[in-house]
């Protein structure tokens, strides 16, 4: 039978000029898996956008599975960031195979 893993999996939604930022932070805490992808667009709070190039340099992803540590660690980190920037962030409990490399 095939084990699998507990850990979590982040999605962070931020302006793509946050994108190194967010990888940066990620390695401090030792993330060290993750992937970072540009929006097309989506609706918020403040109504629809789009990345059309116009106006700013749009949003993007940043998709992470890792452990209960290293995801409270890099919210302990970006936190205070959330309320000074457009960042919208979820986590969710996943279950993983191969859970040694998260």
């Known amino acids: 039978m095939v084990e699998l893993a507990h850990r979590k ?5 931020a302006d793509v000029e946050l994108a190194n930022w967010l990888a940066d932070e990620a390695d401090a805490v030792g993330v060290t898996h993750f992937t970072i992808v540009p929006t097309l667009g989506g609706k918020g709070l403040h109504g629809r956008w789009r990345n059309d190039g116009v106006g700013g340099g749009g949003k993007c992803l940043f ?26 962030m979820d986590i969710a409990d996943v279950q993983v195979l191969r859970g040694e490399r998260f």
């Not at 999996?9 to 939604?13: D, F, K, P, Y």
């Not at 409270?72 to 960042?87: C, F, K, Q, S, V």
């Open 63 to 88: 998709i992470s599975v890792t452990s209960a540590e290293r995801a409270n660690a890099l919210i302990e980190r970006i936190g205070p960031m959330l309320t000074d920037y457009r960042i919208v």
């Open 9 to 13: 999996r982040l999605e962070i939604i």
